[in-house]
């Protein structure tokens, strides 16, 4: 089991390189996760973009772009098209959005005929590590489906469950987070988590175990829990954090990130490869780390 950031990436050194394809890889951040990830012989990076600005930056960072490979483009959409295009022709491991606007990569990625689009709902899984809990947390998913309902949580559940399997969690547990633990018909999470709840119980939703409704200083610690009165199979051992909408859970990462100094790696899973997908204001690690869970995954 992986438990921190630091075996994550011990884990992905000893395992074979990945093709990176970076859709609009002309960016400080970007070029610096990309040069890092590669001196670590975690991928081996194909940027996609302006060739003049992204030898530049790798000039700036000390960064040899005559050993890697560099593919010109400079209109985005078609740096989004490329980038899905070497991955769906096995040229590349996985993808990661750069400059290219999110709606832009999207598009490309779910193009009926020459997208990634592998039968099963795409969903963004990110991975947290802070220092007052015992293990890495993965929360989902707080970057693509913005109001799921109950079946698409089910599917997003299935998403983190099988990338938890990657991280070498045999039996992750998960908690369906809400306000309260019990059944309230005024908020709707409520019933969606004891349905789902009910059917990991009987075996519907395999290889997780789950809990739910339950809030959230249940579900991270044991001691609420008994103070509570509550006796729940992942209370202060939850693996996988299931939030109700795609708001509640980017502001409880980002409020991580920002106030508890949280360490954070995410990607798209769902589709035929990982997709690291990252905010603009994500740092050089963030983009550093992500890149390492999609070699994981991959």
């Known amino acids: 089991m992986i438990r921190s950031f630091k075996e994550l990436l011990g884990f ?7 093709i990176l394809a970076i859709a609009g890889a002309e960016s400080e951040e970007i070029i610096e996760a990309a040069k890092i990830a590669t001196e670590e012989k975690i ?3 194909i940027l996609i973009g302006d060739p003049a600005k992204i030898e530049t930056l790798c000039r700036k960072l000390n960064f040899d772009f005559k050993s890697i490979e560099i593919l010109g483009e400079k209109e985005l959409q078609r740096c989004a098209s490329l980038a899905v295009e070497l991955v769906k022709q096995k040229k590349a491991d996985m993808l990661m959005k750069g400059k290219v606007d999110t709606p832009t990569l999207l598009r ?17 899984v990110a991975v947290v590590e802070v220092e007052r809990y015992q293990k890495l947390m993965l929360w989902t998913d707080g970057g693509i489906n913005i109001a799921p309902d109950v079946m698409k949580k089910i599917e997003i559940l299935k998403n983190a469950v099988q990338m938890a399997k990657k991280l070498e969690i045999e039996m992750p547990k998960a908690a369906c987070l809400a306000a309260v633990e019990l ?20 075996g519907e939703i395999k290889d997780v175990i789950v809990d739910g409704p339950v809030a959230f200083d249940v ?3 044991s001691k609420s829990a008994r103070t509570k009165g509550i006796i729940s199979p992942v ?20 409020g991580l990130i920002y106030l508890a100094g949280a360490k954070v790696g995410g990607i ?13 204001s994500d740092s050089a690690e963030i983009k550093l780390l992500s890149i390492a869970l999609g070699a994981a995954v991959s």
């Open 12 to 18: 992905v050194k000893n395992k074979e390189k990945k």
């Open 43 to 45: 991928i081996s990076p």
């Open 108 to 124: 490309a990625v779910l193009d009926k005929e020459k997208g990634l689009k592998g039968g099963k709902l795409f969903s963004h």
């Open 183 to 202: 059944v309230n018909p005024d908020m709707p999470e409520t019933i969606d988590a004891s349905i789902i709840s009910k059917m990991a119980e009987r």
């Open 219 to 221: 579900a991270i610690d």
């Open 235 to 254: 209370s202060g051992e939850a693996d996988i954090f299931l939030c109700p909408n795609i708001s509640s859970c980017n502001i409880l990462v980002k």
């Open 268 to 280: 798209v899973v769902g589709g035929g490869a990982p997709i690291v997908l990252l905010s603009r």
